[in-house]
């Protein structure tokens, strides 16, 4: 193996190895708050997936989550958050608010193709 086949193996490894990462890696989209009085409002962007994807808040918190869909991708015109039995139309270009109380644990949320994925945790 010559010297250019030996350096464009290695820079094609590389650049397999960048593109799995960048696309499969993980995501830090996370917000955590630490109020404890009255309610928590979080805004969550639907656009491809979930913006902030994960919400830390206080175990016990009521929480105002508004979904801000921007999007008419069938994939995510519906919520499902299986722990609370909450099951909603998301339409879209528009906001939908769903008031909860948090209880202890990781709270998974989806779209209704489940394909789309983001997390409450209540700590």
Same mark, same amino acid.
């Given at each position: 193996m010559s010297p250019v086949d030996l350096a464009i193996a290695i820079g094609? *490894? %590389?650049l397999i190895a960048l593109v799995n990462?960048?696309?499969?890696?993980p995501k830090h989209d996370? *917000? %955590?708050?630490?109020?404890?009085e009255g309610s928590v409002d979080v805004t969550v962007r639907v656009e491809g997936g979930y913006s902030p994807s994960t919400i830390e808040v206080p175990a016990g918190s009521k929480v105002r989550l508004t979904f801000d869909r921007r999007e008419d991708?069938?994939?995510?015109?519906?919520?499902v958050i299986a722990d609370f039995g909450i099951r909603r139309?998301?339409?879209?270009?528009g906001k939908t608010t769903i008031e909860l109380t948090v209880t202890p644990g990781r709270h998974e949320f989806s779209c209704g193709m489940g394909m789309l994925h983001g997390a409450i945790i209540g700590k």
């Open positions: 094609a *490894v %590389a990462w960048y696309f499969l890696g996370r *917000v %955590a708050i630490s109020a404890t991708n069938p994939c995510s015109d519906e919520l139309e998301l339409p879209a270009h």
